[in-house]
């Protein structure tokens, strides 16, 4: 037990009363009445009162009240039961540590009732983080990881780690980060993909990630980040992509269950979870199309959706009763090199969307190495860059699939958070680099 604290604010039981604790947190709020003085200290679970009497502790009662806000303290005392005190209980100091006195201003409040503007939440960020309701979603998705973990290994899967520091382009596109590497130039990982696949000759056959994905992306969007995290699964011996999208459900479905368990941090947001049922809908491209067009929206065929069009089905699919569904054979066009062909036009590749926003997307991939160079070159892209990729096709590749899950994209979802910044710590967007 640390000698700092030894509860937290929510773990005092009746059992306590009577005896001496200590506890440590977060000055919130000072109520000096003279005589007396109420200090509310937060913690990582919730506050408590510590109540200061200038009689009986007049040093202990001086050092208390003039404590900045937000300054760090740990105090010991008598714990008894107060029914006026927020938890039923307060502590009477005998002792206290003072931490860190924190300077005024702060440049936010914690728990002011104005609400700042995101950028400044942003820029202090580890304020902002000090908030219960803010915190709450980091709870909740350290929970829904945790359901990864235990969904995938219970699902045979091994947990690996790529590289980040990469020397080809991972998704063929142009949206990367060069980085200097010692005399030459890498990238910085657009997601696991080549790696993922390669494994799949070495025998580790069923594999996850909880991946960093760094793209340069030009949009600054309510949906985008240049950082951000996901599951990505790969898995070998598969006769369709259908058996991917499986294990994507189960995933999904585990994830979602477990959020729903947090009652706590979702009591603090003030929200509910509906797991949502599974299988979820199957809506092939082209029924995605006409459905569309249905409501006067033309897509040309071929193209991806635009951002508009995804929310145009994504409406269509909730009047429909389905939250969740996934879009299946997708054009060939519009889907990365890697992608297993299905006859000259189409696709085994699908995305997972929800209420119109893209979660995940993942694919049967091309285990030929033959058919593989034959696409690269269809789509323009430089073989020699990718010889050391190629090579783990030449000397026995099974056939394979997968996904890539984004975790800020599920958390926005799950939580009816407008903007994915809010879903990460410390975001990267096109002009944020710090904090
Ligand atoms: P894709 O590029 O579709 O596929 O990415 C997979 C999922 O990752 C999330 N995502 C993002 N989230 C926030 N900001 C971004 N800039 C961003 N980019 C992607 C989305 C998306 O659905 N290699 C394939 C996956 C595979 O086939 O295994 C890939 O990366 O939720």
């Known amino acids: 037990m640390s000698l700092l604290r030894s509860h937290y604010s929510i773990d005092v039981l009746n059992e306590q009363f009577g005896s001496s604790i200590t506890v440590a947190g977060w000055i919130e709020d000072i109520r000096n009445l003279g005589s007396i003085a109420f200090i ?64 005024s201003p702060l440049p936010l409040g914690v728990v002011d009732k104005v609400d700042a503007d995101l950028d400044t939440r942003l820029d202090n960020r580890f304020i902002d983080l000090r908030k219960p309701e803010v915190q709450a979603i980091f709870q909740i998705r350290s929970a829904v990881i945790g359901a990864v973990h235990e969904t995938l290994r219970s699902l045979d899967f091994d947990e690996v780690h790529t590289p980040k520091l990469i020397g080809t382009s991972s998704e063929g596109g142009t949206d990367v980060f060069k980085v200097g590497y010692f005399e030459k130039n890498a990238f910085l990982a657009q997601s696991p993909q080549l790696y993922k696949q390669m494994l799949m000759s070495t025998g580790l056959d069923r594999v996850y990630e909880i991946a960093w994905y760094f793209r340069a992306e030009e949009h600054n969007t309510r949906r985008h980040l240049n950082e951000s995290t ?139 190495m033959d058919l593989l160079k034959d696409r690269m070159d269809a789509l323009g892209l430089e073989i020699s860059a990718f010889e050391s990729y190629l090579k783990g096709f030449r000397f026995g590749m099974p056939p394979h699939g997968g996904f890539g899950f984004g975790i800020e994209r599920f958390m926005m979802e799950l939580l009816d958070i407008h903007n994915i910044r809010e879903c990460i710590l410390f975001p990267r967007d096109r002009t944020r680099l710090y904090p």
């Open 40 to 103: 509310i200290l937060r913690d990582r679970k919730g506050t408590l009162q510590v109540t200061g009497l200038k009689k009986e502790q007049p040093e202990i009662f001086e050092k208390l009240v003039n404590l900045p806000r937000e300054s760090v303290i740990s105090v010991t005392g008598l714990c008894q039961e107060s029914r006026k005190a927020r938890n039923g209980y307060e502590v009477l100091p005998e002792k206290i540590s003072v931490l860190s006195v924190a300077d």
């Open 230 to 368: 996901a599951v990505d699964v790969e898995m070998a011996f598969i006769e369709n992509e259908g058996e991917v999208m499986q294990v994507l459900e189960k995933l999904v479905d585990s994830m979602w269950t477990k959020a729903g368990e947090q009652t706590m941090a979702l009591s603090v947001l003030d929200k509910s979870i509906n797991v949502p049922k599974t299988p979820f809908r199957r809506v092939t491209y082209d029924e995605a199309l006409s459905l569309l067009s249905d409501r006067d929206c033309e897509v040309e065929w071929g193209e991806d959706l635009s951002t508009e069009e995804e929310r145009l089905l994504g409406k269509i699919m909730g009047e429909q009763g389905h939250d969740f569904y996934f879009i299946t054979r997708y054009p060939l066009s519009a889907k990365p090199f890697y992608t297993m062909p299905e006859g000259d036009k189409y696709s085994r590749g699908f995305d997972l969307e929800c209420k119109g926003v893209e979660l995940a997307s993942g694919s049967q991939r091309i285990h030929q």
